[in-house]
């Protein structure tokens, strides 16, 4: 990777403040008009399981993790406990870890408070946006911030809509309590680039279904994604020490 591109994101800001929020904003419109139905749906949907708006919106603000919030809102509907709940959005955001030391690259030398304030922001549609941008050589840590939290303002938003609205619509009206399991088997979808991680999927399908139905409870969602990751991880270097 060319190490000046690597050192631009830390330049000094090139331009005016209202610059750096229109170029912000203009990468980040399409995550917020992507985020507006989901939001709307999770914010149904938890209004649904007894969740109030303003709940709603607290959830988005400290948690804001579209997919761990669906598993959330889900767990609290089916009465899971608390220690289930937890332990489910933990292992789910796990690959925040992995986003945040990627994006580091582009963010050496930068101090912790601002690392802080932009790695609250990261999701995976942000970090898709910035990633290719800080690679093109074209962009700032300021310019990625703003992506970051308008995409945040746009869901808070959204969740929050959804549950006040929530109160006018059927349970299972318009095929909302379907949007978590879309909105899975897109992210899935996206992913299976080969045959290791189509392969790896089924193997996680496998074992969910299996204890499923031999272990009481929702530990089957944690359990099927360790197993299918360890089992994906294990294929992957018998295969490296076969070459």
């Known amino acids: 990777m060319n190490e000046d591109k690597v050192k631009q994101p830390q330049a000094e800001l090139v331009g005016s403040t209202g610059d750096l929020l229109r170029q912000g904003a ?3 419109w399409p995550i917020c008009l992507g985020y507006l139905p989901l939001g709307l749906a999770m914010g149904v949907l938890a209004q649904q399981a007894g969740i109030p708006a303003w709940l709603t919106g607290l ?3 400290f948690l804001f993790a579209g997919s761990a919030q669906f598993i959330g ?3 609290i509907d ?3 406990s608390m220690a289930a709940i937890v332990v489910t959005t933990f292992m789910v955001n796990l690959r925040h870890a992995l986003m945040g030391s990627a994006l580091a690259v582009y963010l050496r030398g930068v101090n912790r408070w601002f690392l802080t304030l932009f790695a609250y922001g990261i999701t995976d549609e942000t970090f898709a946006v ?4 800080f690679r093109s050589g074209n962009w700032n840590r300021w310019r990625a911030l703003v992506v970051n939290h308008l995409a945040n303002s746009a869901w808070v938003l959204a969740t929050v809509a959804g549950a006040l609205a929530g109160q006018f619509i059927p349970r299972g009206a318009f095929g909302i309590d379907y949007a978590l399991t879309a909105m899975f088997i897109c992210l899935l979808v996206m992913q299976l680039h080969n045959r290791l991680l189509v392969l790896t999927g089924l193997l996680s399908a496998a074992v969910a279904v299996g204890w499923y139905l031999l272990i009481p409870g929702n530990s089957y969602i944690v359990g099927a994604s360790v197993c299918g990751a360890t089992l994906g991880f294990c294929i992957k270097r018998a295969r490296e020490r076969r070459r």
């Open 26 to 28: 203009a990468a980040a």
């Open 59 to 61: 959830m988005s603000i």
């Open 73 to 75: 809102v889900a767990m």
């Open 78 to 80: 089916a009465g899971a």
């Open 130 to 133: 910035n990633m290719a941008r």
